[in-house]
């Protein structure tokens, strides 16, 4: 059973992560720093953000507080980074922390206690936790991607007016098990 759920959420955490990846490719380098107003983020804050967030809560994620003492989480929202290369940086380095640990977890890890900010939680818990976190945050970055980008937006989702044929398509095929992330991971730009 945890390592059906660990499974589904890893596929669950790379879908996004192909959402963000699909959305910061389509944009120019200096779009990424774009902010609507001073209170909004830019794509680069939210990578930012991610980055000190994923950083955080998954080193040493069985020993220490997901609430890392090291973490600087007002800085995060300071719109300071300089180039794309840093931005990807910053995205892929809290990635890989967040694939390596939930790839190092074992069944028997599933009966342990984490801590965040001294608050217990089980590593289900903890795991739904960021699973809800990060894509409130992938949908800002999409969000911010459809509207800079506007008319050349390329769909990240079955595009305006084509529901009927997609799900043609999808119901010309036998019922069958698979993580919904699967064909969306495959394609180049077709998701939900």
């Known amino acids: ?21 699909k959305t910061i490719a389509q944009l120019p380098d200096e779009k990424l720093f774009w902010q609507y107003n001073k209170e909004s983020n830019s794509i680069a804050i939210i990578v930012k953000h991610l ?7 998954w080193t040493d994620f069985l020993t220490s507080d997901g609430e890392k003492k090291w973490r600087k989480r007002d800085s ?44 217990g939680h089980s590593i289900t818990e903890a795991i739904n936790r960021q699973l809800a976190h990060y894509p ?39 019922q069958h098990n698979e993580h919904f992330t699967e064909e969306f991971l495959k394609k180049p730009n077709n998701v939900e």
């Not at 980055?51 to 809560?57: A, E, V």
């Not at 794309?84 to 890890?109: A, H, I, P, R, V």
């Open 1 to 21: 059973m945890k390592t059906d759920y660990l499974e589904s959420t890893k596929k669950q955490f790379e879908y996004y992560k192909m959402l963000g990846d």
């Open 51 to 57: 980055n000190g967030n994923m950083l955080s809560r």
């Open 76 to 119: 995060e929202f300071d719109n300071d980074i300089k180039s794309k290369e840093e931005l990807m940086q910053k995205w892929n380095e809290g990635w890989n922390c967040l694939f390596n640990t939930l790839n190092s977890l074992q069944e028997d890890d599933f009966s342990k206690t984490i801590y965040i900010r001294n608050q």
């Open 136 to 174: 409130y945050h992938i949908g800002q970055i999409v969000y911010i991607g459809k509207m800079i980008c506007n008319k050349n937006w390329i769909s990240l989702s079955i595009p305006k007016g084509n529901s009927i044929a997609y799900n043609v398509e999808k119901f010309s095929k036998p």
